[in-house]
C-alpha cells in the first residue's frame, strides 16, 4: 500500500522561529492537504492544495502559514514565526479523487513543540 | 462542524464483533461516507468508504441504510490492535474531510 511520508517525525523550535514541515505525497495523487491537532483536540483542517495554488484554507490558516510544492514529489507547510499555540501534531494527506480504494491517505506526522 | 454523530466510547470483547454506529441526517445524494481510525497520536488510517451501496474489504463492512442517514462499520472480529478512535465522515471525493470527536474503540481481552 502507498504511503505518504512526513519529515521529521519531531521538531523543536522556540517561538518566533520558522519552521518548515515537509511531507512526500503519493506520486500519482493530486489533491494535498495540511491537518492539525492539538494534544487531545479534534483533527483540524488547515489547507488544500491542487493544481499548484491553495484551493481552500481554513480560519487557522492565516498569513504565517504557507505551502508550496517547490518539486515533483515534495508538499511544504511553513510557519514564518512560530507561537507557542502552534504545538501541535501535523498531518500530510494526499488524494486521487476517489480513483482509487484507499481514500485519503494521510502521514504518521511531524510533532511540532514551540518552545 | 461535523455532519455526523457517534457516541462518544463504546467497549468490544476481543474476538468479537464491533459494531460502530454513525447519523448523518442531512447527508446529501453526492456525499460518501468515510470511516477513519486514529491509534493514539498516529496519522488517520482509511478504513473504507461508500456511497449507496454496501461495502466490503480486508478491514471491515460498512452498512449504509437505504435512506442513507445513518451507517454502521463492523469490525467482523476486534482484536486489542483495534483500539482506537473512530471517525465517521461524510463529504464529497474531492473536498476536505471534517473530523469529529469521534468514537472511542476500547477492546478488552
Known amino acids: 500500500e502507498p504511503e505518504v511520508t512526513q519529515t521529521p517525525s519531531h521538531q523543536v523550535t522556540q517561538m518566533g522561529q520558522e519552521v518548515i514541515l515537509r511531507c512526500v505525497p503519493i506520486?500519482?495523487?493530486?489533491?494535498f492537504y495540511w491537518y492539525r491537532q492539538i494534544l487531545g483536540q479534534k483533527v483540524e483542517f488547515l489547507v488544500s492544495?491542487?493544481?499548484?495554488?491553495?484551493?481552500?484554507k481554513s480560519e487557522i490558516f492565516d498569513d504565517q502559514f504557507s505551502v508550496e510544492r517547490p518539486d515533483g514529489s515534495n508538499f511544504t507547510l511553513k510557519i514564518r514565526s512560530t507561537k507557542l499555540e502552534d504545538s501541535a501534531m501535523y498531518f500530510c494527506?494526499?488524494?486521487?479523487?476517489?480513483?482509487?480504494?484507499?481514500?485519503?491517505?494521510f502521514g504518521s506526522g511531524t510533532r511540532l513543540t514551540v518552545v | 462542524d461535523a455532519k455526523t454523530t457517534q457516541p462518544t466510547s463504546m467497549d468490544c470483547a476481543e474476538g468479537r464483533a464491533a459494531n460502530l454506529p454513525c447519523n448523518h441526517s442531512?447527508?446529501?445524494?453526492?456525499?460518501?461516507v468515510y470511516w477513519y481510525r486514529q491509534i493514539h497520536s498516529q496519522g488517520p488510517q482509511y478504513i473504507i468508504h461508500?456511497?449507496?451501496n454496501n461495502e466490503t474489504n480486508e478491514m471491515a463492512s460498512l452498512i449504509i441504510t437505504e435512506d442513507r442517514k445513518s451507517s454502521t462499520l463492523i469490525l467482523p472480529h476486534a482484536t486489542l490492535r483495534d483500539t482506537a478512535v473512530y471517525y465517521c465522515?461524510?463529504?464529497?471525493?474531492?473536498?476536505?474531510?471534517?473530523f469529529g470527536t469521534g468514537t472511542r474503540l476500547q477492546v478488552f481481552p
Open positions: 506520486s500519482n495523487h493530486l489533491y
Open positions: 494527506a494526499s488524494s486521487d479523487q476517489g480513483r482509487s480504494n484507499y481514500g485519503y491517505t
Open positions: 465522515i461524510v463529504s464529497h471525493n474531492t473536498d476536505k474531510l471534517i
Open positions: 442531512t447527508i446529501s445524494g453526492n456525499e460518501y
Open positions: 461508500g456511497l449507496k
Open positions: 492544495f491542487y493544481n499548484n495554488e491553495i484551493s481552500e
